[in-house]
């Protein structure tokens, strides 16, 4: 290779890092109708949503060898090694969930909708970045509250891996998302 060739290789690879990629498991969370609760009792709600965070979320993602990426306001960006433990955290939170809801008033419940999805991401210090976790955050948005929806990625994985009832949607169109992504919803719990 000419040396001219060689120092243009070298001062490109210099200007663009090879960035660290990998494949994952990613959950998305974020609390229905969080406006409308911040509206109507803001600092009680924020009080509830921290006490959900410390005894709740943050528990079963340590519990099922998960890592919080980041808080997104009312949110979280979750990230595991193996969609079978991401799948299981998301159906422990949400089932503790319920039952810590069951005796409040409908009016003061936090009830997150959960996406996930099994692809790869951009791995920077202290995020996750790229279309996996663009899926994962759109999957969240189909999810009804209390619910959970999950790509037919992750639902290749899970199937007879996961105690659950999935509900096949079909294709969906995600938003920002150029081609139709196929979803499964997990039925609640009875």
Known sequence: MPK???????????????????????????????????????EGTHLRLLAYRREIIAPKVRQHRGRIVKHTGDGALVEFCSVVDAVRCALDVQRIIRLRNSGMP???????????????????PDDIYGHGVNVAARLEGLAPPGGICISADAWRHVRGAVAAEFVDLGEKRLKNIADPAHVFAIAPAA
Do not use: F
């Not at 690879?13 to 609760?37: F, K, M, N, T, W």
């Not at 409908?106 to 920077?124: C, F, P, Q, W, Y």
């Open 4 to 42: 001219a060739a060689q120092l243009l290789r070298r001062r490109r690879a210099a200007e663009h890092p090879r960035l660290e990629r990998r494949l994952a498991a990613i959950l998305a969370a974020d609390v229905a109708g969080y406006s409308r609760l911040m509206s109507a009792d803001e």
């Open 106 to 124: 409908k009016n003061h419940r936090i009830e997150l909708r959960i996406g996930v999805n099994l692809g790869d991401v951009i791995v920077a």
